[in-house]
């Protein structure tokens, strides 16, 4: 998901309306090695300390002492957070952008205090990891737009900017949705592995209650999204209509209804689905803006 957003918007987006870009195309690729090293360390981390309640939550895909030792899992937590770090500071030199490497060190930590602690805590941990699936979004537009903006071209770089930062808010949402829904349905791992997740702290029907109304967030901010740019586009409207909204309204209805794992499963995954459909919408902007 992470490779396929990364590249979207570097060439469906930028390239195909020759915006002034910072990066190559090897550039490119390190940033999209970079972020997955990172993430991939970061859901190393997150396994080693999810072997008690994935146990128990889902005893199939426990990997760590099963398939890997925790030891080795370890080793590549380091190694990929070390490639990573260093492909972030040779990247932040290469664009001119030095204190731009502080941005890897940042998610690197946060990744690791959201696996070691803010997990097991109410909204933080969902908020914190959501937040970083918006950069890994955000950070196309830092190292692509950013250090290439003069004051020539200063309103186009926003503009394209402000196009993947509202991707960003979409990513945002979807994905805390989705933790909150992934929250409820790990609930009695979770709370035997000591957690205080906001299930745990206010009961299954209300968390729902709260995912439910939650939920409703992105419906409204895609249809703002739609009614403000697309409207004299049919055929982009229809797209989001069909693969964006009614998905989310359809996933709304089940939180409403859901009481079992296989429910929160069910709608754990309409979700995946809306932000991979949601990232495939990205091809359509050189119907939108050159017929603006």
């Known amino acids: 998901m992470i490779i396929i957003a990364q590249v979207l918007i570097k060439y469906a987006l930028f390239e195909s309306f020759d915006v002034l870009t910072t990066l190559s195309t090897l550039g490119f690729v390190l940033l999209v090695i970079t972020t997955l090293c990172i993430a991939a360390a970061g859901n190393i981390i997150n396994d080693i300390y999810d072997v008690e309640t994935d146990t128990i939550n889902k005893p199939n895909k426990v990997i760590i002492g099963k ?3 925790e030891n080795l ?3 590549l937590f380091f190694g990929l957070n070390i490639i990573g770090v260093i492909l972030g500071f040779y ?10 490497f502080a ?8 990744l690791y205090v959201y696996a070691s602690y803010l997990k097991g805590t109410v909204l933080f941990g969902n908020i914190l990891i959501s937040f970083l699936v918006a ?8 190292f692509d737009l950013l250090p290439a903006m003069i004051p020539q071209n200063r309103d186009t770089q926003l503009t394209f900017f402000d196009i993947i930062f509202d991707y960003a808010i979409f990513a945002f ?7 909150l829904v992934k929250d409820i349905q790990d609930v009695d791992g979770d709370y035997k592995a ?8 206010i009961g299954r029907e209300r968390a729902n209650k709260i995912a439910f109304i939650i939920s409703m967030i992105p419906i409204g901010a895609v249809i703002y999204f739609v009614v403000t740019y697309l409207y004299k586009q049919p055929i982009v409207i229809g797209y989001f209509l069909l693969f964006v909204v009614a998905p989310l309204i359809y996933a709304t209805i089940k939180i409403f209804g859901a009481s079992n794992n296989f429910h929160y499963k069910h709608i754990s995954m309409v979700y ?14 050189p119907l939108i803006i050159k017929s603006a």
Do not use: C, D, Q
């Open 67 to 69: 398939h890997v030792s």
């Open 73 to 75: 899992a370890y080793n």
């Open 91 to 100: 990247l932040s030199h290469s664009v001119g952008r030095s204190s731009f």
């Open 103 to 110: 941005i890897f060190v940042i998610i690197s930590i946060a």
């Open 135 to 142: 950069m890994s979004i955000i950070i196309v537009g830092v």
């Open 173 to 179: 949402l979807i994905n805390l949705v989705r933790e």
């Open 194 to 201: 000591g957690m205080n997740t906001l299930p745990i702290v």
């Open 272 to 285: 995946k689905l809306v932000m991979f459909f949601g990232i495939l919408s990205l091809l359509l902007y």
